[in-house]
């Protein structure tokens, strides 16, 4: 199975910035689904944004309009930049990769840390 690897996690204070980024599987990242979860202490893991490989993004509601999720296809790379972070966006955040039924895989996920 391949392994998605995500950097740019870490502590920083409330109302600061972090931009995530993952690596994804090469060959197929382009008829991929992105999608970015984070799972909070004490609570099960949960959908934060995800982008279609038309481009196409949603996000839950508690991020709306402060995190933006984007793709990079020359790079295989999808990003996450958040911003006006709260406390209640820690967590640790997952990359994952989807094509339909054929492909599905997670990375080992990066701590974010937002000290009140």
């Known amino acids: 199975q391949v392994q998605l690897v995500e950097s740019g996690g870490g502590l920083v204070q409330a109302g600061g910035s972090l931009r995530l980024s993952c690596a994804a599987a090469g060959s197929i990242f382009r008829s991929s689904t992105m999608g970015w979860y984070r799972r909070a202490p004490a609570k099960q893991r949960e959908l934060v944004a995800a982008?279609?490989?038309?481009?196409?993004?949603s996000y839950a509601d508690s991020v709306k309009g402060r995190f933006t999720i984007s793709r990079d296809n020359a790079k295989n790379t999808v990003s996450l930049e958040m911003n006006s972070l709260k406390p209640e966006d820690t967590g640790v955040y997952y990359c994952?990769?989807?094509?339909?039924?054929?492909?599905?895989?997670w990375g080992q996920g990066t701590q974010v840390t937002v000290s009140s």
């Open positions: 994952r990769q989807q094509l339909g039924n054929i492909f599905d895989s």
């Open positions: 982008i279609t490989i038309g481009g196409s993004t």
